[in-house]
């Protein structure tokens, strides 16, 4: 899985980008299990993720709602199938309302970016 690490940071929250390919369900249950391996990663407040297979959108919020969406809507605009995007955020203490949006979009285009 390629991470990026943390790429954006506000009022003590930090969001990081990962992903990688996959073909089915069970390779994304493998990444994500991968992924919680790193103490860090599995000790973030959310690992919000999405992939699209066959033009069909597979999603988790993990607690923060309407996220998976925005990756969802991401990947549909980039027409990228079969490539699962996880970003993690740790919560800092400080609400970041709407904003939190905003840096999960801004988190998946620094990995569309790389890619």
Excluded: C
Aim: glycine residues 10%.
């Amino acid at each position: 899985m390629k991470k990026l690490g943390v790429v954006i940071t506000d009022r003590g929250s930090k969001f990081a980008v990962s992903g990688m390919p996959v073909s089915d369900k069970a390779a994304v249950d493998a990444a994500l299990k991968d992924l919680k391996r790193d103490k860090k990663y599995a000790k973030a407040t959310h690992n919000i993720w999405a992939v699209l297979f066959d033009g069909t959108p597979l999603k988790a919020d993990d607690g923060e709602s309407g996220a998976g969406m925005v990756i969802v809507r991401m990947l549909e605009r980039e027409n990228l199938h079969n490539h699962l995007i996880v970003v993690t955020r740790w919560y800092g203490g400080k609400h970041l309302g709407g904003d939190r949006f905003r840096h999960v979009q801004d988190a998946v285009r620094a990995y569309l970016d790389q890619s």
